[in-house]
């Protein structure tokens, strides 16, 4: 596929959690707890962690990005409290994405289906997702790309998420590909599939880090842990507006 080889570069740099401070061990219980829709207490993480209170306010500062409310309790760390263009519906609890790209890792990582509700960065055009934990079921509209980049700097929300928008097609996109030719976009199915794969990576370190004892960045693994796994297998450019992803229907026109 033309997008293996950038694709695999930036899995492994934000699978690399020594270079952007996303630790899964405290990260995946702080999105299981933001789920519920309530500031999160550090004790509680830490509870939820198996970690001491200071332990991990060291690695929650490791991110820089992330949000507290005026009581210290933690908001937003990818996942958030906090309004942005990128909603994500849990358990019919309204909450919101960094970037476009966390609306489709965050699923799998909390088991639960969720519908993605964003926009265009260029047209503002709406796109609605399905996603279940182990498959996207729906993308309108069906051309819908993901832009993605290799992060640059520490600040994984300033250097990565704040250029990863969802469009509704490859020509939308466009312009941000003419601003940022060391981007790419991928097609939703593509971009589950990276999605997908870091979120096969964090597993793999959470549960490394759980057997050792020790925290473990990772990044190096990257290349042999995945399986590829076929998806909007509706390549055609006569898909309907908005495709259903392994569940057709014959004769259904969208």
């Known amino acids: 596929a033309p997008h293996d080889t950038p694709s695999r570069r930036l899995l492994e740099r934000l699978a690399d959690s020594g270079q952007n401070g996303l630790d899964p061990v405290v990260l ?21 962690a198996g970690l001491s209170d200071t332990e991990v306010r060291a690695r929650l500062a490791a991110v820089p990005d992330t949000e ?14 906090r309004p942005t263009p990128h909603r994500l519906t849990v358990d019919g609890q309204e909450l919101y994405t960094w970037c476009a790209l966390d609306t489709l890792i965050f699923p799998t990582l909390l088991e639960r289906a969720a519908r993605v509700e964003s926009v265009s960065a260029a047209s503002g055009q709406p796109i609605t997702i399905a996603v279940e934990p182990d498959r996207v079921t729906r993308v309108g509209p069906a051309t819908a790309v993901v832009s993605v980049l290799n992060p640059d700097g520490a600040s994984i929300r300033s250097s990565f998420c704040n250029q990863v928008h969802f469009f509704t097609s490859n020509e939308d996109a466009a312009d941000w590909l ?12 593509d971009a589950y599939q990276l999605a997908t794969d870091l979120t096969t990576v964090m597993h793999h370190a959470t549960d490394e880090a759980i057997t050792t004892g020790s925290p473990h960045a990772v990044g190096s693994e990257a290349p042999t842990c995945c399986q590829a796994r076929p998806l909007l297998g509706a390549g055609s450019d006569k898909a309907d507006d908005v495709v259903n992803v392994n569940r057709p229907e014959p004769g259904a026109n969208g």
Do not use: F, M
């Open 28 to 48: 995946i219980p702080l999105l299981k707890l933001l789920a519920h829709g309530e500031p999160v207490e550090v004790a509680d993480l830490a509870a939820a």
């Open 68 to 81: 507290y409310d005026d009581a210290g309790r933690i908001v937003g760390q990818g996942l958030t409290l």
């Open 178 to 189: 003419a601003d940022h030719p060391e981007g790419q976009v991928l097609p939703v199915a």
